[in-house]
T-cell receptor, first 119, second 113 residues
């Protein structure tokens, strides 16, 4: 299967601990997105990368959140000092992205998500 | 800024009945519009997309949507519901193919036998 993969699928942690999620995009896609989804809500944009460059971060992304894509392939999302309000599904998506000014139709390909529960 | 409003967080129809899921958007520029579906314990899948070509867009599984600029709407329809259509449906908007998607809150579709 060559879709977007995320790991781990489920993570239960205690408040105050750090957690890290990994996303492997579709191999030929140079754009990678992170979204957060809480129960009964649509996905909320967190950040995205064009290759290794982080081009946009949402104001939702507090200082405790950091994302990296060091070699323009996989990405990690780290949450430090987790709080109960961080409990959510963290979604990763990728897209072809033919350049900074676009040229693709914007379709995102999503992984199955990483569910975080903070106790 | 772009935004999407989905009218009705929960829609219930009988099997074989018409499905209509409503989506209104706000955009300062011509939008790209999308419908995604999320089945339980699965990732979001693209149903269909509008990218400034034909205003009536056909997608997978018999779904279609019509872009109406005058009404700023992009409602999703299916003539005859099937039990397998039960899922969460999300409308999304972007400014162009290079921009992030902004999602609505979703509509949960239930199909009654």
């Amino acid at each position: 299967d060559t879709g977007v993969s995320q790991d781990p699928r489920h993570k239960i942690t205690k408040r105050g601990q750090n957690v890290t999620f990994r996303c492997d995009p579709i191999s030929e896609h140079n754009r990678l997105y992170w979204y957060r989804q809480t129960l009964g809500q649509g996905p909320e944009f967190l950040t995205y990368f064009q290759n290794e460059a982080q081009l946009e971060k949402s104001r939702l992304l507090s200082d405790r959140f950091s994302a990296e894509r060091p070699k323009g392939s996989f990405s990690t999302l780290e949450i430090q000092r987790t709080e109960q309000g961080d409990s959510a599904m963290y979604l990763c998506a990728s897209s072809p992205g033919t350049g900074l000014t676009g040229g693709n139709t914007g379709e995102l390909f999503f992984g199955e998500g990483s569910r975080l529960t903070v106790l | 800024a772009q935004s999407v409003t989905q009218l009705g967080s929960h829609v219930s129809v009988s099997e074989g009945a018409l499905v209509l899921l409503r989506c209104n958007y706000s955009s300062s520029v011509p939008p790209y519009l999308f419908w995604y579906v999320q089945y339980p314990n699965q990732g979001l899948q693209l149903l269909l997309k509008y990218t400034s070509a034909a205003t009536l867009v056909k997608g997978i599984n018999g779904f279609e949507a019509e872009f109406k600029k005058s009404e700023t709407s992009f409602h999703l329809t299916k003539p005859s519901a099937h039990m397998s259509d039960a899922a969460e449906y999300f409308c999304a908007v972007s400014r162009s193919g290079a921009q992030k998607l902004v999602f609505g809150q979703g509509t949960r579709l239930t199909i009654n036998p």
